[in-house]
């Protein structure tokens, strides 16, 4: 089945993708140790997050999901098994020029009570937002606004490899296309670093997130998907 829009309705189908799914990815770990401790903080601020990205009027943000079956081929009882977030603030860039200032609903869910929340380890949590944040302005920014970002992109474990991220991420690079935008960006993980490399990403560079201090560290990867025209 194609992906579709994200709608407000599917908040909890998404939050229960992201709270099952993103475990088996070291940064979910590293960012919050403590949810199996506190699952009602972890649910409650994942969810409000969910929901600022499914609003309509934070319309610097799109979220498409891929619905399937556990019986393959029964598309009578289909539910979201797979999501992917987009910055796609190019357009309000695009609209209100150089002074547009993006929606931040990372920063919301902070002020609504995420900065106290009991599920993650705040050292880390921080040290990875500033990371994503300098390697971004570092090697994406550059390039300029006409450019989508691909902040989270999630499959069911038991729907893994039937084809979802894939569509999810193929639907992104229609859309650059027939944007005409520069390119698609994403911070990568090694859990979808062998996905976006096989979908014909180029790796910009490594980076390392760390608290000061510490011996455990992230390395992620600043990868793009660049339109070619023809």
Known sequence: MKPRLGLPSDAEAVTRVIIETMPLDPQWNYRFPLRLKFPDDHYKYTRMLIEYFLDPAYDDWLVMVAEDSPEPGNHDNTAIVAFGVWDVSYHNKRLYGPSYRPQDPVTDVENRGGSLRRDANHERFNAFWKGQIK??????????????????????????????????????????RREDLEDMSVMASPMGYELYTWLGFETVASFKIQVPGEEEALILQAMIYKRFDG
């Open 135 to 176: 390697a971004y302005k570092l090697y994406f920014s550059p390039i300029g606004p006409e450019q989508i970002h691909l902040q989270i992109l999630a499959t069911l474990p038991e729907f893994q490899r039937r084809g979802h991220g894939t569509s999810l991420c193929k639907w992104a690079m229609d859309l650059v």
